[in-house]
């Protein structure tokens, strides 16, 4: 079942705050969903801490 979060990134691309559903479930991964205000395809780099905690990375594609 997955458990998606909702967190708060700011765009890399253009520096809007965006609300996201992250699902924190399935461990550390990769993905590109598109920013919803510029469009732009934003990498998603979801970790975990040792402490459990979910880190949520966004990048630009050409970084
Ligand atoms: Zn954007």
Redesign the pocket.
Known sequence: MPNLDEIIIT?P??G?ALDVLVDTSSGPQEYYED?S??C?P?LFAISEADSGEIIVDVKRDDE
């Open positions: 765009c691309y253009c809007e920013c205000v510029c732009a934003i």
